[in-house]
């Protein structure tokens, strides 16, 4: 088993930068895929980003390429989602969650080892 631990969160104003940090502990990290998904209240749980055992490849959301990218290095056990320019849609509380072989990276049902969350509040 893996256990994830996210930070990094806060309250920030739109257009403000975030970068939050997965940090696992336990099995070997390279082991797994890393995603991010997000939960605004009232909504339901959404995709923002993957990446691979390596991180030779990932994936954004589409709300959100060209302002969030998605890193790691295995050697710190740790995957990074850097989010600038912030907006107000963006406030939720974000999960970082990973899996060996997930079955569909974007669905979050695929990922069985979950962080505790992270809130993100941007005001507008």
């Known amino acids: 088993q893996v256990q994830l631990v996210e930070s990094g969160g806060g309250l920030v104003q739109a257009g403000a930068s975030l970068n939050l940090s997965c940090t696992a502990s336990g099995r070997t990290f390279s082991d797994y895929v890393v995603g991010w998904f997000r939960q605004a209240r009232g909504t339901e749980r959404e995709f923002v980003a993957h990446?691979?055992?390596?991180?030779?490849?990932?994936r954004l959301a589409d709300a959100v390429t060209g302002r969030f990218t998605i890193s790691r290095d295995n050697a710190k056990n740790t995957v990074w989602l850097q989010m600038n320019n912030l907006k107000f849609e963006d406030t939720a509380v974000y999960y970082c969650a990973a899996d060996p072989r997930p079955a569909v990276w974007v669905v979050g049902s695929s990922y069985n080892y979950w962080g505790q969350g992270t809130q993100v509040t941007v005001s507008s």
């Open positions: 990446i691979s055992w390596s991180g030779t490849n990932s």
